[in-house]
């Protein structure tokens, strides 16, 4: 679920500073997590089969106080069991792979709701990041100077 995880983390960051996504490049996820307490929360999302990585880490991050919010497919889900809060998405797809269409509409909504609750806060650090944007130049926008024909 690491695209899931790096869109939520992405949408996260327009609305907060805060955020750490947790991947565990080159075996360090224990480590990531140990830096994990009480008062943090650790957003956590898989589906079955589970990987044991996640597992662990969830349930070590529990260990160590901190809040879960989980996406998963089951509420019997291995990392639903020592979850603060658990949202459950379906999976279903009539092809081999698994859809992750309904755990993306539960990441997106995660993330307005952390802007809803955010309110100013949040207006305020997503100007600053469409400020900062701008600046940069990072949208392409057609010239306003320049006509496009379609004859030659």
Known sequence: SHGL????????GLLAPNGVLVQGVGGTLSDQIGEIGGGDVL???????????????????REQGA????????ALSPIARSASHTLLFRADSPSY?????????LAEALAAAVAVRGRRKVLAHLQNR????????????????????ARP
Request: proline share 2%; net charge negative; aromatic share 10%.
């Open 5 to 12: 995880a790096l869109h939520l983390h992405y949408s996260y």
């Open 43 to 61: 957003v956590a999302m898989s589906l079955a089969p589970y990987t044991r990585q996640t597992v662990d880490a969830v349930t070590q991050a």
């Open 67 to 74: 809040d879960l919010v989980v996406l998963t497919d089951s």
């Open 97 to 105: 792979f698994q859809s992750m269409v309904g755990a993306l509409a």
């Open 130 to 149: 469409q400020n900062r944007l701008d600046s940069e130049g990072a949208y392409w926008e057609e010239r306003a100077d320049r006509t496009v024909s």
